[in-house]
Protein backbone atom coordinates (compact mmCIF):
# COMPACT_ATOMS: atom_id res chain seq x y z
CA UNK A 1 0.00 0.00 0.00
CA UNK A 2 3.10 2.30 0.95
CA UNK A 3 4.56 1.70 -2.47
CA UNK A 4 1.59 2.34 -4.13
CA UNK A 5 1.02 5.51 -2.76
CA UNK A 6 4.54 6.51 -3.79
CA UNK A 7 4.21 5.43 -6.94
CA UNK A 8 1.15 7.35 -7.56
CA UNK A 9 2.93 10.81 -6.31
CA UNK A 10 5.65 9.85 -8.89
CA UNK A 11 3.10 9.81 -11.63
CA UNK A 12 1.39 13.13 -10.72
CA UNK A 13 4.70 14.75 -9.87
CA UNK A 14 6.26 13.93 -13.20
CA UNK A 15 3.36 14.41 -15.09
CA UNK A 16 3.63 17.99 -14.07
CA UNK A 17 7.60 18.21 -14.76
CA UNK A 18 6.38 16.66 -18.48
CA UNK A 19 3.20 19.14 -18.73
CA UNK A 20 5.58 22.45 -17.92
CA UNK A 21 8.85 21.04 -20.47
CA UNK A 22 7.30 22.40 -23.69
CA UNK A 23 6.83 25.63 -21.40
CA UNK A 24 10.50 25.47 -20.13
CA UNK A 25 12.15 24.82 -23.61
CA UNK A 26 11.34 28.24 -24.39
CA UNK A 27 13.89 29.10 -21.46
CA UNK A 28 16.75 27.38 -22.99
CA UNK A 29 18.42 24.13 -22.42
CA UNK A 30 18.84 24.52 -18.58
CA UNK A 31 15.21 24.11 -16.93
CA UNK A 32 14.26 21.40 -19.40
CA UNK A 33 17.71 19.57 -19.39
CA UNK A 34 17.08 19.63 -15.34
CA UNK A 35 13.41 18.19 -15.91
CA UNK A 36 14.52 15.70 -18.11
CA UNK A 37 17.45 14.70 -15.48
CA UNK A 38 15.03 14.54 -12.49
CA UNK A 39 12.71 12.84 -14.22
CA UNK A 40 15.21 9.93 -15.44
CA UNK A 41 16.43 9.72 -11.84
CA UNK A 42 12.87 9.25 -10.39
CA UNK A 43 11.91 7.01 -12.97
CA UNK A 44 14.93 5.05 -12.52
CA UNK A 45 14.68 4.46 -8.92
CA UNK A 46 10.78 4.10 -8.81
CA UNK A 47 11.22 1.10 -11.48
CA UNK A 48 13.85 -0.63 -10.05
CA UNK A 49 12.25 -0.66 -6.29
CA UNK A 50 9.25 -1.90 -8.03
CA UNK A 51 11.37 -4.44 -10.32
CA UNK A 52 9.21 -3.50 -13.09
CA UNK A 53 11.56 -3.72 -16.30
CA UNK A 54 8.85 -3.92 -18.55
CA UNK A 55 9.28 0.06 -20.36
CA UNK A 56 12.73 -1.06 -21.04
CA UNK A 57 11.61 -4.23 -23.27
CA UNK A 58 11.17 -2.50 -26.61
CA UNK A 59 13.14 -2.15 -29.93
CA UNK A 60 13.44 1.22 -29.58
CA UNK A 61 15.75 1.15 -26.43
CA UNK A 62 17.45 -1.49 -27.60
CA UNK A 63 18.76 -0.06 -30.12
CA UNK A 64 19.15 3.04 -28.25
CA UNK A 65 21.22 1.74 -26.11
CA UNK A 66 23.60 0.00 -28.29
CA UNK A 67 23.78 3.19 -30.11
CA UNK A 68 24.64 5.07 -26.84
CA UNK A 69 27.42 2.39 -25.47
CA UNK A 70 28.71 3.04 -29.07
CA UNK A 71 29.25 6.56 -27.99
CA UNK A 72 30.63 5.92 -25.11
CA UNK A 73 33.24 3.73 -25.62
CA UNK A 74 34.33 5.79 -28.84
CA UNK A 75 34.34 8.87 -26.03
CA UNK A 76 37.06 6.81 -24.38
CA UNK A 77 39.22 7.02 -27.60
CA UNK A 78 38.22 10.36 -28.06
CA UNK A 79 38.22 12.52 -24.93
CA UNK A 80 35.16 13.79 -25.58
CA UNK A 81 32.80 12.53 -22.83
CA UNK A 82 29.77 14.16 -23.05
CA UNK A 83 28.43 11.26 -24.41
CA UNK A 84 27.97 9.80 -21.60
CA UNK A 85 24.94 11.60 -19.76
CA UNK A 86 23.06 10.98 -23.10
CA UNK A 87 21.25 7.91 -21.78
CA UNK A 88 18.76 10.43 -20.54
CA UNK A 89 17.30 11.19 -23.67
CA UNK A 90 16.79 7.35 -23.97
CA UNK A 91 14.78 7.27 -20.88
CA UNK A 92 12.40 10.03 -21.66
CA UNK A 93 10.35 8.21 -24.21
CA UNK A 94 9.84 5.17 -21.73
CA UNK A 95 9.21 8.05 -18.91
CA UNK A 96 6.31 9.00 -21.12
CA UNK A 97 4.80 5.71 -22.27
CA UNK A 98 5.14 5.15 -18.55
CA UNK A 99 2.69 7.97 -17.75
CA UNK A 100 0.68 6.97 -20.46
CA UNK A 101 -0.06 3.99 -19.38
CA UNK A 102 -1.10 5.42 -15.64
CA UNK A 103 -2.38 8.83 -16.15
CA UNK A 104 -5.35 8.44 -18.41
CA UNK A 105 -5.55 12.46 -18.92
CA UNK A 106 -1.21 12.45 -19.38
CA UNK A 107 -1.83 13.04 -23.32
CA UNK A 108 -4.82 15.05 -23.66
CA UNK A 109 -2.99 18.04 -21.08
CA UNK A 110 0.26 17.63 -22.83
CA UNK A 111 -1.22 18.17 -26.35
CA UNK A 112 -3.08 20.94 -24.83
CA UNK A 113 -0.56 22.37 -23.65
CA UNK A 114 1.99 22.27 -26.43
CA UNK A 115 -1.55 24.03 -28.24
CA UNK A 116 -1.54 26.77 -25.65
CA UNK A 117 1.81 27.51 -25.59
CA UNK A 118 2.39 27.51 -28.76
CA UNK A 119 -0.73 29.90 -29.71
CA UNK A 120 0.48 32.38 -27.35
CA UNK A 121 4.36 32.43 -28.36
CA UNK A 122 2.65 32.94 -32.04
CA UNK A 123 0.80 35.82 -30.87
CA UNK A 124 3.19 36.89 -28.72
CA UNK A 125 5.65 36.82 -31.80
CA UNK A 126 3.11 39.11 -33.74
CA UNK A 127 3.10 41.53 -31.05
CA UNK A 128 6.70 42.02 -31.12
CA UNK A 129 7.15 42.44 -34.86
CA UNK A 130 4.59 45.35 -35.43
CA UNK A 131 5.56 46.81 -31.59
CA UNK A 132 9.09 46.54 -31.75
CA UNK A 133 9.09 44.64 -27.81
CA UNK A 134 7.11 41.33 -27.37
CA UNK A 135 4.63 41.46 -24.10
CA UNK A 136 7.56 40.95 -21.33
CA UNK A 137 9.64 44.03 -23.19
CA UNK A 138 12.55 41.75 -25.24
CA UNK A 139 13.07 43.05 -28.38
CA UNK A 140 13.46 41.52 -31.45
CA UNK A 141 16.95 39.52 -32.29
CA UNK A 142 17.57 41.51 -35.31
CA UNK A 143 15.24 44.00 -37.50
CA UNK A 144 15.06 41.08 -40.00
CA UNK A 145 14.36 38.07 -37.20
CA UNK A 146 11.23 38.35 -34.97
CA UNK A 147 12.37 36.08 -31.72
CA UNK A 148 9.69 36.61 -28.96
CA UNK A 149 10.41 34.78 -25.87
CA UNK A 150 13.38 33.33 -27.25
CA UNK A 151 15.49 36.96 -27.28
CA UNK A 152 18.76 36.38 -28.80
CA UNK A 153 18.86 32.77 -29.35
CA UNK A 154 16.78 33.22 -32.49
CA UNK A 155 14.66 30.16 -31.78
CA UNK A 156 11.10 31.11 -32.36
CA UNK A 157 10.71 29.39 -35.39
CA UNK A 158 12.52 26.18 -35.16
CA UNK A 159 10.25 26.08 -31.65
CA UNK A 160 6.94 26.04 -33.98
CA UNK A 161 8.17 24.12 -36.76
CA UNK A 162 9.25 21.04 -34.41
CA UNK A 163 6.35 20.84 -32.21
CA UNK A 164 3.33 21.98 -34.62
CA UNK A 165 2.47 18.49 -35.42
CA UNK A 166 2.18 18.00 -31.41
CA UNK A 167 -0.26 21.42 -31.75
CA UNK A 168 -2.14 19.85 -34.02
CA UNK A 169 -3.15 16.62 -32.28
CA UNK A 170 -4.97 18.52 -30.00
CA UNK A 171 -6.62 20.83 -32.69
CA UNK A 172 -8.36 17.30 -34.48
CA UNK A 173 -7.97 14.72 -31.66
CA UNK A 174 -9.22 16.37 -28.57
CA UNK A 175 -10.39 19.38 -28.64
CA UNK A 176 -14.63 19.49 -28.78
CA UNK A 177 -16.05 20.70 -31.64
CA UNK A 178 -17.65 19.88 -34.99
CA UNK A 179 -15.12 18.21 -37.71
CA UNK A 180 -16.14 20.91 -39.99
CA UNK A 181 -15.54 23.95 -37.65
CA UNK A 182 -11.79 21.75 -36.94
CA UNK A 183 -10.55 22.38 -40.57
CA UNK A 184 -11.29 25.75 -40.36
CA UNK A 185 -9.72 26.13 -37.07
CA UNK A 186 -6.89 24.59 -38.41
CA UNK A 187 -6.39 27.08 -41.36
CA UNK A 188 -6.53 30.26 -38.83
CA UNK A 189 -3.92 28.39 -36.91
CA UNK A 190 -1.60 27.00 -39.51
CA UNK A 191 -1.12 30.61 -41.21
CA UNK A 192 -0.68 32.05 -37.82
CA UNK A 193 2.32 29.57 -37.06
CA UNK A 194 3.17 30.02 -41.02
CA UNK A 195 3.47 34.01 -40.72
CA UNK A 196 5.49 33.91 -37.50
CA UNK A 197 8.03 31.39 -38.76
CA UNK A 198 8.51 33.87 -41.70
CA UNK A 199 8.59 36.79 -39.18
CA UNK A 200 11.41 35.25 -38.14
CA UNK A 201 13.46 34.73 -40.55
CA UNK A 202 14.23 30.91 -39.95
CA UNK A 203 13.86 29.63 -43.28
CA UNK A 204 15.01 26.02 -42.28
CA UNK A 205 12.01 26.15 -40.14
CA UNK A 206 9.75 27.63 -42.87
CA UNK A 207 10.70 24.56 -45.01
CA UNK A 208 9.87 22.28 -42.55
CA UNK A 209 6.38 23.43 -41.33
CA UNK A 210 5.17 23.63 -45.11
CA UNK A 211 6.66 20.41 -45.70
CA UNK A 212 3.92 19.62 -42.70
CA UNK A 213 1.52 20.92 -43.99
CA UNK A 214 1.64 19.37 -47.49
CA UNK A 215 2.16 15.70 -45.61
CA UNK A 216 -0.82 16.41 -43.74
CA UNK A 217 -2.74 17.51 -46.44
CA UNK A 218 -2.13 14.58 -48.94
CA UNK A 219 -3.07 12.67 -46.00
CA UNK A 220 -6.37 14.05 -45.49
CA UNK A 221 -6.80 14.21 -49.27
CA UNK A 222 -10.84 14.48 -48.58
CA UNK A 223 -10.17 17.77 -47.45
CA UNK A 224 -8.11 19.28 -50.53
CA UNK A 225 -10.44 22.46 -51.01
CA UNK A 226 -9.97 22.99 -47.61
CA UNK A 227 -6.43 22.70 -47.27
CA UNK A 228 -5.48 24.48 -50.94
CA UNK A 229 -7.68 27.84 -49.97
CA UNK A 230 -5.69 27.75 -46.59
CA UNK A 231 -2.89 27.89 -48.70
CA UNK A 232 -4.16 30.09 -50.85
CA UNK A 233 -4.69 32.46 -48.06
CA UNK A 234 -1.25 31.89 -47.19
CA UNK A 235 0.21 32.94 -50.41
CA UNK A 236 -1.57 35.82 -50.63
CA UNK A 237 -0.37 37.23 -46.81
CA UNK A 238 3.18 36.48 -48.14
CA UNK A 239 2.88 38.20 -51.37
CA UNK A 240 1.35 41.39 -49.10
CA UNK A 241 3.97 41.03 -46.52
CA UNK A 242 6.63 40.83 -49.51
CA UNK A 243 5.62 44.01 -51.21
CA UNK A 244 5.71 45.63 -48.07
CA UNK A 245 8.33 44.40 -45.71
CA UNK A 246 11.66 44.81 -47.07
CA UNK A 247 13.43 43.01 -44.21
CA UNK A 248 11.08 39.76 -44.90
CA UNK A 249 11.58 40.20 -48.65
CA UNK A 250 15.88 40.33 -48.38
CA UNK A 251 15.91 37.52 -45.81
CA UNK A 252 13.61 34.75 -47.24
CA UNK A 253 14.04 36.07 -50.81
CA UNK A 254 16.67 37.57 -52.24
CA UNK A 255 19.40 36.44 -49.13
CA UNK A 256 18.46 33.40 -50.22
CA UNK A 257 18.70 33.81 -54.01
CA UNK A 258 22.38 35.47 -53.47
CA UNK A 259 23.37 32.38 -51.19
CA UNK A 260 22.11 29.83 -53.27
CA UNK A 261 23.41 31.77 -57.12
CA UNK A 262 20.65 31.75 -58.27
CA UNK A 263 20.50 35.84 -58.94
CA UNK A 264 23.64 35.56 -61.13
CA UNK A 265 21.67 32.98 -63.85
CA UNK A 266 23.89 30.10 -63.41
CA UNK A 267 24.10 26.69 -61.64
CA UNK A 268 25.27 27.54 -57.88
CA UNK A 269 28.45 25.70 -56.89
CA UNK A 270 27.77 26.46 -52.97
CA UNK A 271 25.28 24.16 -51.05
CA UNK A 272 22.92 26.87 -49.23
CA UNK A 273 25.60 28.96 -48.79
CA UNK A 274 29.41 29.61 -49.04
CA UNK A 275 29.44 29.79 -44.79
CA UNK A 276 27.75 26.12 -45.01
CA UNK A 277 29.90 25.06 -48.22
CA UNK A 278 32.97 25.41 -45.36
CA UNK A 279 31.13 23.47 -42.56
CA UNK A 280 30.33 20.74 -45.02
CA UNK A 281 33.65 20.51 -46.13
CA UNK A 282 35.57 20.15 -43.16
CA UNK A 283 32.83 17.42 -41.79
CA UNK A 284 33.54 15.55 -45.12
CA UNK A 285 37.31 15.70 -44.67
CA UNK A 286 36.79 14.58 -40.44
CA UNK A 287 34.82 11.44 -42.38
CA UNK A 288 37.40 10.82 -44.48
CA UNK A 289 40.48 10.87 -41.89
CA UNK A 290 38.23 8.30 -39.89
CA UNK A 291 35.81 6.49 -41.96
CA UNK A 292 34.50 3.66 -39.48
CA UNK A 293 34.26 5.99 -36.26
CA UNK A 294 34.73 9.49 -36.49
CA UNK A 295 36.32 11.83 -34.60
CA UNK A 296 34.04 11.89 -31.16
CA UNK A 297 31.00 13.98 -30.19
CA UNK A 298 31.10 17.23 -30.17
CA UNK A 299 34.28 17.46 -31.56
CA UNK A 300 33.62 19.44 -34.38
CA UNK A 301 34.29 22.63 -32.87
CA UNK A 302 38.10 21.67 -31.94
CA UNK A 303 38.78 19.49 -34.66
CA UNK A 304 37.77 22.23 -37.80
CA UNK A 305 41.18 24.26 -36.56
CA UNK A 306 43.16 21.55 -37.19
CA UNK A 307 45.10 21.87 -40.45
CA UNK A 308 44.50 19.06 -41.94
CA UNK A 309 40.68 19.82 -42.29
CA UNK A 310 40.70 23.80 -41.81
CA UNK A 311 39.59 25.43 -45.10
CA UNK A 312 42.18 28.48 -44.66
CA UNK A 313 44.80 30.17 -42.39
CA UNK A 314 41.33 32.18 -40.98
CA UNK A 315 39.27 29.32 -39.91
CA UNK A 316 36.73 29.89 -42.28
CA UNK A 317 33.70 27.61 -41.19
CA UNK A 318 34.68 26.57 -38.34
CA UNK A 319 31.78 26.70 -35.47
CA UNK A 320 30.62 24.26 -32.83
CA UNK A 321 29.02 21.77 -35.20
CA UNK A 322 28.53 21.70 -39.22
CA UNK A 323 25.10 22.35 -39.38
CA UNK A 324 23.85 19.17 -41.12
CA UNK A 325 22.64 16.29 -38.69
CA UNK A 326 23.41 13.31 -41.27
CA UNK A 327 27.51 15.44 -42.01
CA UNK A 328 27.39 15.79 -38.38
CA UNK A 329 26.54 12.10 -37.47
CA UNK A 330 29.32 10.73 -40.21
CA UNK A 331 31.90 13.45 -39.21
CA UNK A 332 31.64 12.79 -35.52
CA UNK A 333 30.64 9.12 -35.20
CA UNK A 334 31.63 7.75 -38.94
CA UNK A 335 29.55 4.99 -40.66
CA UNK A 336 29.06 3.05 -37.86
CA UNK A 337 26.63 5.89 -36.02
CA UNK A 338 25.24 6.93 -39.49
CA UNK A 339 23.74 3.50 -40.02
CA UNK A 340 21.14 4.11 -36.93
CA UNK A 341 20.75 7.58 -37.85
CA UNK A 342 20.09 6.18 -41.57
CA UNK A 343 17.96 3.58 -40.12
CA UNK A 344 15.72 6.02 -38.44
CA UNK A 345 15.29 8.17 -41.31
CA UNK A 346 13.76 5.11 -43.90
CA UNK A 347 11.83 3.81 -40.98
CA UNK A 348 10.13 6.88 -40.27
CA UNK A 349 9.19 8.35 -43.66
CA UNK A 350 8.55 4.62 -45.04
CA UNK A 351 6.00 5.13 -41.88
CA UNK A 352 4.89 8.42 -43.36
CA UNK A 353 4.07 6.97 -47.08
CA UNK A 354 2.76 3.79 -45.52
CA UNK A 355 -0.28 6.23 -43.34
CA UNK A 356 -0.67 8.44 -46.42
CA UNK A 357 -1.87 5.78 -48.71
CA UNK A 358 -3.17 3.48 -46.47
CA UNK A 359 -6.22 1.52 -47.73
CA UNK A 360 -8.25 3.21 -44.97
CA UNK A 361 -10.06 5.65 -47.07
CA UNK A 362 -11.67 7.09 -43.64
CA UNK A 363 -8.17 7.65 -42.09
CA UNK A 364 -9.82 8.03 -38.57
CA UNK A 365 -8.31 9.63 -35.28
CA UNK A 366 -6.27 6.85 -34.77
CA UNK A 367 -4.64 7.20 -38.05
CA UNK A 368 -4.77 10.56 -37.93
CA UNK A 369 -2.53 10.48 -34.13
CA UNK A 370 -0.37 8.22 -35.31
CA UNK A 371 0.20 9.96 -38.53
CA UNK A 372 0.99 13.24 -36.77
CA UNK A 373 3.16 11.59 -33.95
CA UNK A 374 5.10 10.03 -36.74
CA UNK A 375 5.73 13.48 -38.61
CA UNK A 376 7.04 14.76 -35.24
CA UNK A 377 9.72 12.59 -35.42
CA UNK A 378 10.28 12.08 -39.39
CA UNK A 379 10.72 16.48 -39.69
CA UNK A 380 13.72 15.86 -37.66
CA UNK A 381 15.40 13.61 -39.45
CA UNK A 382 14.95 15.45 -42.89
CA UNK A 383 17.99 15.34 -44.30
CA UNK A 384 18.93 18.18 -46.94
CA UNK A 385 18.66 20.82 -45.40
CA UNK A 386 20.83 22.80 -42.58
CA UNK A 387 20.26 21.85 -39.01
CA UNK A 388 21.22 22.37 -35.02
CA UNK A 389 23.33 20.57 -33.79
CA UNK A 390 22.46 16.49 -32.89
CA UNK A 391 23.84 16.50 -29.84
CA UNK A 392 22.62 19.96 -28.53
CA UNK A 393 20.22 19.66 -25.39
CA UNK A 394 17.73 21.43 -26.61
CA UNK A 395 17.78 19.88 -30.32
CA UNK A 396 17.81 16.50 -28.62
CA UNK A 397 14.62 17.34 -26.29
CA UNK A 398 12.84 18.15 -29.29
CA UNK A 399 14.02 14.92 -31.26
CA UNK A 400 13.43 12.33 -28.32
CA UNK A 401 10.00 14.04 -26.10
CA UNK A 402 7.68 12.94 -29.33
CA UNK A 403 9.11 9.28 -29.98
CA UNK A 404 7.49 7.97 -26.29
CA UNK A 405 3.79 9.26 -28.02
CA UNK A 406 4.65 7.58 -30.72
CA UNK A 407 6.01 4.58 -29.46
CA UNK A 408 2.84 4.32 -27.27
CA UNK A 409 0.55 4.19 -30.68
CA UNK A 410 3.06 1.86 -32.29
CA UNK A 411 3.00 -0.81 -29.95
CA UNK A 412 -0.62 -0.44 -28.99
Not at 346 to 367: C, E, G, Q, T, V
Request: net charge positive; aromatic share 22%; hydrophobic share 50%.
Amino acid sequence: MQNKKYFNYYIKITSFLLYVLPILIISGPFLPDLVISISCFYFLIINFIRKDFKYFNNLFFKIFLIFYSYLVIRSFFTNYYSAIFYIRFGILPLIILQLIDHNKDFEKIFFRTIFITLTVVSLDGLFQHFTGKNIIGLKEYTPDRTSGFFGDKGRLGSYIAHLCPFALIYLFIYLKVKNNYKNYLFILIFNLFLIVVVYSGERTSLFLILLSFFLLAIFKISCWRIYLSGFFIFCLLFFIIYQKETTVKNRIIINTKNQLGLSENYIPKKIFSETHQWHYTIAIRMFKDNLFFGQGINSFRDNCFKEKFRIDEKNSGCSTHPHNIYLQILAETGIFGFIFLFSAFIFLYIKIFKYIFSANSKKDNYLLQLFLLNLTVAINFFPFIPTGNFFNNWASILFFMPIGFFLKKLIK
